[in-house]
């Protein structure tokens, strides 16, 4: 049961409330072991007191979001980089 | 600010009670995790307590289960506002473990198999404030719920009752953990609502 | 033209039950007005918040089951036997209450009709949802791109939406529908089966033929389904999943 994980589309709307764009779309870089994929291709677990993404290749954190009643806070530390499509 | 659904009331009951601040109470055990479950062999685990001057205190599971434990039974309470009264517990007091250990240290960061770390101040570990724990509700504690062992601080929300505990490293300075790192209190007092940092 | 222009932060919203009926046994539609709504994409989903009078909330994601349609949007909701939100939507929500909303999202999972690659589409019980909007969208938009869906369920009364796709099946041209029930089969039909190699060689598209490929449902099928078709040849970048949990 708590090995239960979605994936990164789960992460929309809350990554949408602070970022005027979709970030579930963008492709990252796991700071861990270097495979590149989507955001929405994580293996996200939600089941705490924040959201934890994964590299679904090496399962290092990715990406952490924590939501408190009037901040958020975004830890990307595990990402070299996102590229986010952002349309012409 | 947002409306009331009519009819709702989730899984919580009430409570006559008092509660920490913002607390429901759960009638079940929520599991949170934030990763893939270690599963840890007793006969492969290990507790190493280091000090800030570099020493190494080790348990194997057989010399854990040789201390003196305690029952203990407590409420817990979770950051996502679940508490749960009453809870059993059987473990070694962090009195007896730390007994031994020489250190000038003030601060604590705790150490999971799986990765996970969480930060108290050392002192929050001593005077009967905290366990190893090996058995919850007269069972051994399942890899769910942080089996084989895991760290009891009830005082603190249970974020930093660390599952799958295999460390405790004694530092000079705070080092903030997982969850610290990302926004949640360096202390964690439920019953001052100490949820985010700055709270 | 379904207007998918969604600028600045989003919030949420208060939407208005418009309809709540029965799709199977323990599955409902939920239809809600949504005033301003700009619009979706097929693929996007809402989350949805319920918040008792202590101010106790919980918070959930449905996929979007319709094309877009001015300020309707639609969800199916399966009833969880021990959940908190499902068993508030589906049986107390009643046309004229309210709910909060946050959408649209998803911007990865998402079928546009400008992509000329034909479509696979595979549902695992409720992750029929998604895949229901891209059908919908696609007959909606006149667009001839090949659609083929093979739709996993337990029990032929498990299928949701089940007169609306075998009126589908026989009259949007390019839109093929296969069934597969894991548990009890109509009569007639061979033995119950879990959707395999067989099953997606048969009824999905070669991989030469490039395929966009659209999984969704619980994670372990989804997990399945994504590596047999990876292991069929498929790109991995175009299967594309959404996982339920």
Known sequence: ?88 | MAIVSPGFSGRRRSSDVQLPPGQYLAEDFPVLTAGPTPRVPTDRWELTISTEAGHRHVWSWQQLMELPAEKITTDIHCVTKWSKLGTRWKGVSLDVLLEEVETAADFALVQSYGGYTTNLPLEDLLDGQAWIAYRYDGDEITPEHGGPARLLVPHLYFWKSAKWVRGIQLLLEDEPGFWETAGYHDYGDPWREQRYQGD | MARTAVSGRLTWRVASVAENRAITASARSLVLDVPDWPGHLAGQHVDVRLTAEDGYSVQRSYSIASAPDGNRVELAVQRVADGEVSPYLCDVLSPGDQVELRGPVGGWFVWRATDPAPVLLVAGGSGIAPLMAMVRARAEQGSRVPFRLVYSVRTPEDVYFADELRRRAREDAGLDVHLVHTRRVPDGAPEPKRIGVATLNTHGWPPDFTPNCFVCGPTGFVETVADILVALGHDPRRVRTERFG
């Open chain 1, 1 to 88: 049961m708590s090995d239960d994980h979605v994936d990164g589309n789960a992460l929309a709307g809350d990554l949408r409330e602070i970022f005027a764009v979709d970030l579930t779309a963008a492709t990252g870089r796991c700071a861990g072991c270097g495979h590149r994929g989507s955001v929405a291709a994580l293996r996200v677990y939600r089941n705490a007191p924040g959201l934890v993404a994964r590299c679904p290749e090496c399962e290092e954190v990715v990406l952490r979001l924590v939501r408190g009643p009037d901040r958020a806070w975004l830890d990307l530390r595990g990402t070299v980089s996102l590229e986010i499509p952002l349309g012409s």
